[in-house]
């Protein structure tokens, strides 16, 4: 392979991804730029601001209606108190039912009223989450057509995948809980706070004693969890890469003996994830028994204040009853505001990353001052030209880092219809080239013309539509074969489809299949050899018909029988279109119109096979190389 693949992604030997793309965000994972990323989350949530805003109001009036309840409730022991102590004192008639009926019949109403707002505000923030969520994903989706190839050469594929997966998921997830909580939990703790000093000032005041002890039992135990949360979440993508990498390579993993030392590193992975896991989750674990234990004390506190200050007639018996109420709720809201600023953490981290990826440099957005006029016989006009095939390179200069350039002076002239291979060593640039044609990658100097106009002045859509492409590595996708064949001309007719499976040699195996063209091909296409999947792939681009044809190493996956009738396709194929065939096997390519040999990015020689065999130099090395084993000459 060229240069194109000096930077790939981490993958197992049998295309498994790495680690990058490991679990679900941890709570504790820590935005850079919290406050910058929050600010973007907030900004690309404003359009449903109204919808917001409402929740923000039922939430309140939910939790407003909840706080008011067991102030109700104690006038309605105050009364039953009231009515008992008159009875045994003979001062009242005894317990005035029809007046408790009435305070229990208001509770019932203000707790119903209460849950039909909580309802309603837990419907309408589950649409906005799942609205920003699916807008997110559609953003990302459309994001990635954008994305110039350079950046997938520095990422790997897993690490895109988490973006659009576990990250977007986290966001869904905590969206949905946060922004309802931190309301409901500032409104509860203002309401209760309001209602604690309506009832009694100076039980308040103890109550409030135990918020500083809470806050820093908090304090501790997030900061000492933080550092296991990061490491568990860290060696969490280690285990998953490695378990991905090591099923999916099972076949060569075994095929060299490597079960032990596999077995070995899962090992190092799992115990120290073991270890950053336990401590976390347990430290964690520690963070209500503690709430618990100091909401305890401060209960006991005021149970003792409170029956004092009604042994001196200062506080009414359901007052007493009503503020132990609130005491028990007060610890409640302060213990969920400190789980989401977890939970805000690992949104605005989500959010970070998702942002990184939404604003990442794209493509030079297409200008195209050339469209290419269709193959109706119409005479070509206007802007509309009519391709003919031929290409020239024009002094290309590239590199994937302009700092480190790898083809400084590239320059050949290719006629419509003329078959060029490009040979060279690996790494030499071919493949390279071939990119640079297509344009997956702009020159960083000089230029590439087809027909004499310059490819960046043509759409990439429309540029592309003139190659058909054949690559070493094949890519099929879970479907039918048929729909994979034409996958190269999506309106193509079933005959159509069959007929450049004939050419290509594939038509008598796809009907050995169970399923001929029907049959459905897997996630990895592994239910066919390699060889069936250069044949299908060979298949798709005779369907596309195009002006230039891009070979690849296509038939380096078959065997030598098959190889010659792909051979002979082939040639059928190339009669009339202008072609480029990189190669490694030269035996394939002595028929060629012109070689050009390539070496660390130039072109060393050029002409044809005859040519070349007489200049007794770099290409006649290489081409005498492959044969000397088998004591064949040139």
């Given at each position: ?9 981490r993958?197992?030997?049998?295309g498994g991804?790495?680690p ?11 935005a850079?730029?919290?406050?910058g990323?929050?600010?973007?989350l907030?900004?690309?949530m ?6 917001i ?6 939430a ?22 009231n009515?008992?102590l008159?009875?045994i004192m003979?001062?009242?008639?005894g ?11 208001t509770l ?28 997110l994903?559609n953003?990302?989706a459309k ?27 986290t ?11 931190i ?9 209760i706070?309001?209602?604690m ?8 005041l103890?109550?409030?004693?135990t918020?500083p002890?809470s ?14 949360f ?10 998953n890469g490695h ?13 060299f003996?490597?079960e ?9 992975y799992n ?11 347990f ?18 506190a005021v ?14 018996v ?5 503020f ?9 809201p302060i ?24 604003e ?6 297409d200008?195209p001052?050339?469209?290419?006029s269709?193959?109706d ?10 391709i ?6 024009a002094?290309?200069k590239f ?17 419509p219809?003329?078959?060029?291979a ?22 960083n100097?000089?230029?590439i013309l087809?027909d ?9 859509n ?8 054949v690559?070493?590595?094949t890519?099929?996708y879970?479907?039918t ?7 190269g ?13 004939k050419?290509?040699?594939a ?31 060979i ?11 891009i ?7 078959v065997?030598?029988r098959?190889?010659?009738?792909i051979q ?6 190339m ?10 096997r ?13 070496k660390?990015?130039?072109?060393v020689?050029?002409?044809?096979h005859?040519e ?23």
């Amino acid at each position: 392979m060229s240069q194109m693949n000096s930077r790939p992604p981490r993958r197992g030997p049998m295309g498994g991804h790495g680690p990058m793309g490991g679990g679900p965000m941890m709570a504790g994972a820590k935005a850079k730029d919290f406050k910058g990323s929050m600010k973007k989350l907030l900004r690309y949530m404003a359009q449903y601001k109204f919808r917001i805003l409402l929740v923000m109001l039922f939430a309140v009036a939910s939790t407003v209606f909840m706080i008011v309840g067991p102030k109700i409730l104690g006038n309605a022991t105050t009364e039953m108190a009231n009515g008992i102590l008159g009875k045994i004192m003979g001062t009242g008639e005894g317990i005035d039912f029809a007046a408790i009926a009435r305070i229990l019949l208001t509770l019932v109403v203000l707790y119903i009223t209460s849950a039909a707002f909580s309802y309603i505000q837990g419907w309408l923030m589950t649409g906005v989450t799942m609205k920003v969520t699916y807008n997110l994903r559609n953003d990302i989706a459309k994001k990635i057509n954008r994305l110039p190839l350079k950046y997938f050469d520095k990422t790997s594929h897993g690490e895109v995948l988490s973006r659009v997966t576990n990250d977007v998921d986290t966001l869904a997830q905590s969206l949905n809980q946060s922004i309802t909580q931190i309301i409901t939990s500032l409104t509860t703790f203002i309401g209760i706070l309001f209602m604690m000093f309506s009832i009694s000032w100076e039980m308040t005041l103890i109550a409030l004693c135990t918020i500083p002890v809470s806050l820093i039992f908090i304090m501790v135990i997030v900061r000492h969890s933080q550092k296991y949360f990061k490491a568990q979440q860290e060696y969490l993508g280690h285990v998953n890469g490695h378990v991905e990498e090591l099923y999916g390579g099972h076949v060569v993993m075994k095929a060299f003996n490597g079960e032990e030392s596999s077995v070995r590193e899962f090992d190092k992975y799992n115990d120290t994830l073991y270890k950053s896991a336990w401590k976390s989750q347990f430290l964690s674990g520690l963070m209500m028994p503690v709430m618990q234990f100091v909401g305890n004390v401060g209960y006991v506190a005021v149970c003792i204040l409170g029956g004092w200050l009604a042994a001196q007639g200062n506080l009414a018996v359901g007052d007493i009853q009503a503020f132990i109420q609130y005491v028990r709720q007060f610890t409640q809201p302060i213990t969920q505001i400190a789980n989401i600023s977890n939970i805000l953490q690992s949104t605005t981290a989500a959010a970070e990353r998702v942002f990184e990826f939404l604003e990442e440099e794209e493509e030079i957005p297409d200008k195209p001052l050339i469209h290419v006029s269709g193959d109706d016989g119409a005479p070509a006009s206007g802007s509309d030209v009519r391709i003919e095939g031929s290409v020239q390179f024009a002094h290309v200069k590239f590199g994937y880092n302009p700092d480190k350039i790898i083809i400084h002076d590239f320059s050949a002239s290719v006629q419509p219809g003329q078959k060029v291979a490009i040979v060279g060593p690996t790494g030499a640039g071919k493949t390279t080239m071939v990119k640079l044609l297509m344009r997956f990658y702009d020159v960083n100097g000089g230029a590439i013309l087809v027909d004499g106009y310059d490819i960046r002045d043509f759409s990439r859509n429309e540029l592309r539509g003139l190659f058909g492409m054949v690559l070493q590595d094949t890519w099929l996708y879970n479907g039918t074969i048929k729909d994979n064949i034409r996958y190269g001309r999506l309106d193509a007719t079933d005959e159509e489809v069959i007929a450049a499976a004939k050419a290509a040699q594939a038509d008598h195996f796809i009907r050995t299949l169970p399923g001929s063209y029907n049959m459905e091909l897997n996630e990895e296409a592994s239910n066919v050899s390699q060889g069936q999947k250069q044949l299908l792939t060979i298949a798709r681009a005779i369907l596309s018909n195009p002006k230039i044809l891009i070979l690849d190493e296509a038939t380096s996956s078959v065997d030598t029988r098959t190889e010659i009738q792909i051979q002979k396709a082939m040639d059928n194929l190339m009669q009339g279109r202008t072609s480029f065939i990189i190669a490694h096997r030269l035996s394939t390519i002595r028929n060629a119109d012109m070689i050009l040999c390539m070496k660390d990015g130039d072109i060393v020689e050029h002409g044809t096979h005859d040519e070349l065999m007489e200049k007794n130099g770099f290409y006649a090395n290489l081409y005498n190389s492959q044969f000397e084993q088998a004591g064949e000459s040139a």
